[in-house]
């Protein structure tokens, strides 16, 4: 059969769009890869971003704790608990908020990391070898002492710390660092407060 010269033409033209065609669906199919891929990529590191911190510093009971030990310094506070009661071991004269110490053991004995970096051989790097600034906890044989170290104003101001001797060192929002930094007089009642336990003593007796 013998084509004619229109039918040629129609047919390289039929070919010409099928190839368009072709080209088009092939075109489409890898943006949308792309898209999807775009997609997934976005997702996976916004949700990472956006996943709560797990890491704790330290995570204890704090209803155990029956010593707490405070230093920055040359100030330093020395606490112990009696029963239910808290004093001051450093001035038996200062009448404690028990309080106002259960409060702080909240912060203390449950402190979030931001960053974890372990297997850490140069402590001196972080300002923890000879650093002056440590809360002590303390129940029966367990202790454990929080060493903070220097501050990274490159990395949004947070603190780095260590737990007693351990090879690991994190760090932690300025914000939980000043919450636990106290003196005697976070602790110490207030008057009234000291007038009304001298008042109920004496009632008692």
Aim: contains cysteine.
């Amino acid at each position: 059969m013998v084509q004619t010269e229109k039918e040629i033409k129609e047919y390289e033209e039929m070919n010409k769009k099928k190839k368009r065609n072709l080209i088009f669906l092939i075109v489409l199919f890898l943006a949308l890869m792309a898209g999807y891929l775009g997609y997934g990529y976005y997702k996976e590191n916004h949700q990472t971003e956006e996943e709560p911190v797990t890491a704790k510093v330290l995570e204890i009971d704090s209803s155990k704790v029956t010593e707490i030990g405070i230093t920055q310094g040359e100030t330093s506070v020395n606490l112990k608990k009696e029963g239910d009661v808290w004093t001051s071991e450093d001035d038996d004269s200062i009448t404690i908020d028990s309080d106002k110490v259960e409060s702080f053991l909240t912060d203390a004995c449950e402190i979030p990391a931001d960053l974890v970096i372990p297997d850490v051989t140069d402590f001196d790097q972080y300002g923890l070898t000879d650093s002056e600034n440590t809360i002590s906890l303390q129940w029966d044989d367990d202790l454990y002492v929080i060493t903070i170290g220097d501050q990274n104003s490159n990395a949004g101001g947070f603190f780095y710390v260590r737990v007693n001797d351990e090879d690991t060192v994190y760090t932690i929002e300025s914000s939980v660092r000043y919450a636990l930094e106290k003196t005697m007089d976070d602790f110490a009642a207030s008057e009234a407060d000291s007038e009304t336990d001298t008042e109920t003593g004496s009632e008692t007796e």
